[in-house]
């Protein structure tokens, strides 16, 4: 582990934090690589906000200990951390204009430290220019819209220079369109400064876009870490497949590598990751609605689940099917395919059809669940 | 709201005297709290108003503007009008000796005082208290905040009896502590300001607390990590966002502080020329038959009370100037 710590700017070790009867984090270690864009990733409630309090030293674990740039910062005070932090709904000072805003953390230096007036005009001006936002310096935070002040609580929160930047939800008080363009624009700003950056988001697709590393929690606990390619093509939990995207899930057993549900198999081929379960355990088969394909069931032995077309949804750039299933259970699947692929095929709604996927990833289902 | 409760104290007034009472703890106090001037303001015509399908039939309106006018006029203006002329009944020179007779400027003497020592102690409480209960989680928080509303629960006459049995140099407590170092706090004047001080405790805390919790941690924790201290985040942040919040409860606080009857009554002692404050001296003088004289220092506080209002309107004003525009959408 030690010799990871050169470049590990924030590393976190079996950090635990109760509130009442609640675990929040339950024995998190973590490493985050310098200069990374790192997206906590998880369902509200999950810790991944503790979590980045934590690291900031606004909240304080129960057990563990936070390392900054190899040295541990567990008992340092918020104020000698010297980290970022952007807060859910920016905590902007509402009584100050935009420039004592962003200038607030050079002007409460201790008097040695402190720069000149001249030199903090200089720097909160090109603070401001970094975030665009050079002309509306003498306004008051209640005159600008949710994306102009999330870029000041940026450009204040980067004024001091920090070693790390934490943001909590940064985009999660603005509407779609203004999100996007900002997630746009925190990549770039990120590709300009390279600063070991955190951000919380509940947003898979906002992880998965913007990071380069994602660490994924459930529960108090990390499910999976690495790059956004990597947790989308080989999710290592059902939760991180089920979170990362729709998901339509198959229960039956294992059976040679193929997974039978019901009286029929689901594929009729191996699935490679099933090789490994012994015949007869209880197992999910994940499915993504891209990778699962509608046949006919008007042929001899058939394979695949029965289903039958409760909606076709034929609008916007792929055509969406729900189903249920035939069984007693009546699931709802879902399916995508091009809209080509849906005009050759003849599905209408009503039709009993079979479904089998092109892609499964099958977890053991524990005994309890 | 009503800040003070009118006429609370009827122990030993004859009829006349608590009608006198009566009359200036409503000036002080009523016209304090009634939002009636808010009737007079047509500025703030909402779309309620002007939409036909929500506005009320003119007859209706016309009741309710008559209704609470003449109220207003019975209830308030007559009241403060007769002050003022029974205490210029015997013209401008009785009532200018009236002021300057040496009980009169003593009891005023002492009422600023009074006024001066407990502002600046309940300032630093009250700030201290509201900060604690809307900026910190901990164990007995509720218990906090109840015994903060205590003084405005229990009657002001009981609040002085509790001074009286903690501090009375013959069964106080404290009694025979204070006999052995020759110490006075119940009739004098650190008993008049514990009395008042205790009475007033709420006004500054009540009104932060709302302020302060609606307003959260989150820019002072913003503060902190940008690096200020303590001393730092709450002059820079947290003061000026509670600033006009703290005017007003220091207006209010200030306007019982002066007007006080009850709880000073008890412990003061109605020494002449040392102990009476400004409404103590008005009893008296009233109880005396000096009826002049009487109004002359109720007019005073009359005054007093106006002035209060007219810097609380201007308070009000002034935050509503101060307040963020409404935020712009993009």
């Known amino acids: ?369 | 709201m009503s800040i003070v409760k009118p006429a609370e104290n009827n122990a030993n007034g004859s009829e006349m005297s608590s009608w006198a009472k009566t009359l200036i703890l409503t000036v002080l106090g009523r016209m304090v709290g009634t939002k009636l001037i808010v009737l007079w303001e047509s500025r703030h015509r909402s779309r309620f108003e002007t939409n036909a399908a929500t506005r009320e039939a003119t007859w209706v309106k016309a009741l309710i503007l008559a209704l609470s006018l003449s109220f207003f006029a019975l209830f308030l203006l007559m009241p403060l009008a007769a002050v003022f002329s029974e205490a210029l009944r015997k013209g401008w020179e009785a009532y200018w000796l009236a002021l300057k007779e040496p009980d009169a400027l003593s009891s005023i003497k002492l009422t600023l005082m009074t006024a001066a020592i407990a502002l600046p102690l309940n300032l630093v409480f009250g700030v201290a208290a509201a900060w604690c209960v809307a900026k910190f989680e901990f164990r007995g928080k509720q218990i906090l905040t109840t015994l903060i509303d205590l003084p405005f629960s229990v009657s002001p006459v009981i609040a002085g009896l509790v001074f009286m049995l903690i501090f009375s140099t013959q069964q106080g407590w404290f009694g025979p502590l204070l006999r052995a170092y020759d110490l006075k706090i119940v009739f004098a004047v650190p008993g008049i300001v514990l009395a008042t001080v205790f009475v007033t405790f709420p006004f500054i805390a009540r009104e932060l607390i709302p302020l302060m919790q609606a307003q959260g941690r989150e820019e002072e924790e913003a503060a902190v990590v940008l690096g200020a201290n303590g001393w730092q985040t709450f002059w820079r942040v947290t003061l000026p966002n509670i600033k006009w919040g703290l005017l007003y409860g220091v207006i209010l606080c200030n306007a019982r502080a002066m007007g006080e009857f009850g709880a000073v009554s008890v412990v003061s002692g109605h020494i002449r020329g040392m102990t009476n404050t400004m409404p103590l001296h008005v009893e008296i003088l009233y109880n005396e038959y000096n009826f002049a004289a009487a109004f002359a220092v109720a007019s005073l506080l009359a005054l007093l009370a106006l002035l209060t209002l007219a810097i609380k309107s201007w308070v009000e004003w002034k935050a509503e100037q101060t307040a963020p525009p409404e935020a712009r959408t993009e």
């Open chain 1, 1 to 369: 582990m030690t010799k990871w710590n050169a470049i590990m700017s924030i590393e976190v070790r079996d950090i635990y934090k109760q509130f009442g009867n609640f675990i929040a984090l339950d024995n998190v270690s973590l490493e985050f690589p310098s200069g990374q864009l790192t997206a906590l990733l998880g369902p509200s409630g999950c810790g991944k906000t503790t979590l980045l309090r934590i690291i900031a030293g606004l909240e304080h674990a129960d057990r563990g200990a936070v390392f900054l740039e190899g040295e541990n910062a567990t008992g340092a005070h918020v104020r000698e951390r010297q980290v970022g932090f952007v807060f859910q709904h920016y905590a902007l000072f509402r009584h100050m204009s935009v420039f004592e805003n962003v200038a607030f953390g050079l002007r409460v230096k201790p008097r040695k430290q402190r720069p000149s007036e001249a030199e903090i005009r200089e720097k909160v001006g090109a603070l401001l220019e970094l975030v665009q936002l050079d002309w509306i310096a003498d306004r008051l935070p209640a005159q600008l819209s949710g994306g102009q002040r999330q870029r000041i609580a940026l450009a204040r929160a980067l004024a001091v220079e920090p070693r790390v930047l934490l943001l909590d939800e940064p985009f999660g008080a603005l509407d779609a369109k203004v999100r996007k363009e900002l997630r746009r624009w925190l990549r770039r700003l990120h590709d300009e400064l390279h600063i070991t950056s955190i951000f919380v988001t509940h947003d898979q697709e906002e992880a998965l876009e913007v990071a380069d590393s994602v660490v994924l929690m459930n529960r108090g606990k990390v499910e999976q870490q690495g790059a956004p390619d990597a947790v989308y093509q080989h999710p290592e939990t059902p939760f991180v497949y089920g979170f990362l995207g729709a998901v339509n899930y198959f229960h039956g057993r294992a059976e040679e590598g193929r997974v039978r549900v019901g009286d029929t198999l689901l594929h009729a081929e191996a699935a490679p990751d099933a090789h490994g379960l012994a015949s007869g355990a209880n197992v999910t088969a994940f499915v993504r609605p891209h990778e699962l394909a509608i046949v006919s069931a008007d042929v001899p032995d058939p394979v695949g689940v029965a289903a039958k077309i409760t909606r076709i949804m034929g609008f916007g750039a792929a055509a969406r099917i729900e189903l249920v299933g035939l069984d007693a259970e009546a699931q709802h699947f879902e399916v995508e395919m091009s809209r080509e692929q849906l005009a050759s095929q003849n599905l209408v709604e009503g039709q009993s059809v079979r479904l089998t996927p092109s892609r499964i990833k099958v977890f053991e289902r524990e005994a309890n669940a």
